[in-house]
């Protein structure tokens, strides 16, 4: 597609429940990027995957979080047993990677994840 | 560690004012360093940077300045217009080699309201 698109826009959930969402990144870009933004902060890097493994994921909080990209192209992310705290906006970007241009991501508008 | 310090929000302004969003910074190494804006409805955009000291980043007439001595890369910009009202992150990369390639640190942002 043209851009980042992320899925679900919305998502409501109750604790305890789990959530999958879905990022499709630009075509051709090899490097994809989950970011956490939590209400009033700025964005808060997760994960990074080069191609279809996760190069850097220290900044996933706990091991109720996991992302995977298995085809090199679409990312899902997997949060377990979700807790109010994790109500925020995940942010999906991708990249060229190291072709392109250090800091240069195209963002995707967000899944917004509210647990009750 | 590494952190992006932002002016406190919101900011509000007549069109045509001149504007600057302070943005400070701390870095364990040479950090590149960036503004990102985000308009309403809309995903994270680049909207300008700076990859050494003194460089002067520059884009839609807005424009940052790499200031090395006193670790600060202030947004400005001469005449604001309504449609620069939107959130503006400020934000940095570490050795922007290998796996730090997109992994940036944003400041909390700035929100700017412009009035007709």
């Known amino acids: 597609g043209a851009g980042v698109s992320q899925t679900p826009s919305n998502k409501v959930t109750e604790k305890g429940k789990y959530v999958e969402l879905r990022c499709d990144p630009i075509?051709?870009?090899?490097?994809l990027y989950w970011y956490r933004q939590s209400l009033g902060q700025g964005p808060e890097f997760l994960i990074y995957?080069?191609?279809?493994?996760?190069?850097?994921d220290s900044g996933l909080p706990n091991d109720r979080f996991f992302a995977v990209r298995p085809e090199g192209s679409v990312s899902t992310l997997k949060i377990q047993r979700t807790e109010r705290g994790d109500s925020a906006v995940y942010l999906c970007?991708?990249?060229?990677?190291?072709?392109?241009?250090?800091?240069?991501?195209?963002f995707g508008e967000g899944s917004r994840l509210t647990v009750l | 560690g590494n952190s992006v310090t932002q002016m406190e929000g919101p900011v509000t302004l007549s069109e045509e004012a001149f504007l600057t969003i302070n943005c400070t910074y701390t870095a364990t190494g040479y950090p590149s360093l960036f503004w990102y804006v985000q308009y309403p409805g809309e995903g994270l955009q680049l909207l300008l940077k700076a990859t050494k000291a003194d460089d002067k980043g520059s884009n839609k007439g807005f424009e940052a300045t790499y200031r090395k001595e006193t670790t600060s890369f202030h947004l400005e910009k001469g005449s604001v217009q309504v449609s620069d009202s939107a959130v503006y992150f400020c934000?940095?990369?570490?050795?922007?080699?290998?796996?730090?390639?997109?992994?940036?640190?944003f400041g909390q942002g700035t929100i700017l309201t412009v009035h007709p």
């Open positions: 934000a940095l990369i570490l050795n922007a080699g290998g796996t730090s390639y997109g992994k940036l640190t």
């Open positions: 075509s051709g870009h090899t490097a």
């Open positions: 995957f080069q191609g279809t493994g996760a190069a850097d």
């Open positions: 970007a991708s990249s060229m990677g190291t072709s392109g241009s250090p800091g240069e991501l195209f």
